[in-house]
T-cell receptor, first 115, second 109 residues
Framework: EAQVTQNPRYLITVTGKKLTVTCSQN?????MSWYRQDPGLGLRQIYY???????DKGDVPEGYKVSRKEKRNFPLILESPSPNQTSLYFC??????????????FGPGTRLTVL | GQQVMQIPQYQHVQEGEDFTTYCNSS?????IQWYKQRPGGHPVFLIQ?????EVKKQKRLTFQFGEAKKNSSLHITATQTTDVGTYFC?????????FGKGTKLSVIP
């Protein structure tokens, strides 16, 4: 079954304690990205990756890091989480497409609370 | 950069009424995609429109892409409680997808 998986699904942590949210896809997609979703603000892209070892900033990258060492995995790292990073996070993947962006598949989401 | 505006932000309808959400892009799009997010769920792809003026239907849902490829709409005929959720458009330009903020649909039984 084609899917994007994220772990953990729920996380409550404290300010400053480093954490990693994992993301994995089994569709051999080149493109992967992270979004955060906040009420009234829609989906905002944090980082994206067009292939292994190629990452770039999205619209709201501050306070986040990513890496893409393997095609299937794209972890999101919060080195020193702060309360304003409390949010719902989605990982997504898709084929890069030769001309236009292809259908995007989303993971189930990670609800993060930073106290 | 590319911006996609979506209106309305919220819509409350009686079951059986119609519903429409609109998207407008600041630039010409290569294609536009529509996603639905059920409460507590993740966005799920509905459809993609590529051609200027294209109209596609999925049962009670009708999707349109404007002639200039800068706007799009999703119309639901005779809403049902199963239509509840947030509908997002996403405009594609080259390799980037830019999401609108979504329209949250509530259906009153």
């Amino acid at each position: 079954e084609a899917q994007v998986t994220q772990n953990p699904r729920y996380l409550i942590t404290v300010t400053g304690k480093k954490l990693t949210v994992t993301c994995s896809q089994n569709m051999n997609h080149e493109y992967m990205s992270w979004y955060r979703q906040d009420p009234g603000l829609g989906l905002r892209q944090i980082y994206y990756s067009m292939n292994v070892e190629v990452t770039d900033k999205g619209d709201v990258p501050e306070g986040y890091k990513v890496s893409r060492k393997e095609k299937r995995n794209f972890p999101l790292i919060l080195e020193s989480p702060s309360p304003n990073q409390t949010s719902l996070y989605f990982c997504a993947s898709r084929n890069l497409g030769t001309i236009v962006a292809d259908t995007q598949y989303f993971g189930p989401g990670t609800r993060l609370t930073v106290l | 950069g590319q911006q996609v505006m979506q209106i309305p932000q919220y819509q409350h309808v009686q079951e059986g009424e119609d519903f429409t959400t609109y998207c407008n892009s600041s630039t010409t799009l290569s294609n536009i995609q529509w996603y639905k997010q059920r409460p507590g769920g993740h966005p799920v792809f509905l459809i993609q429109l590529v051609k200027s003026g294209e109209v596609k239907k999925q049962k009670r849902l009708t999707f349109q892409f404007g002639e200039a490829k800068k706007n799009s709409s999703l119309h639901i005929t005779a809403t049902q409680t199963t239509d509840v959720g947030t509908y997002f458009c996403a405009g594609a330009g080259s390799y980037q997808l830019t999401f609108g903020k979504g329209t949250k649909l509530s259906v009153i039984p």
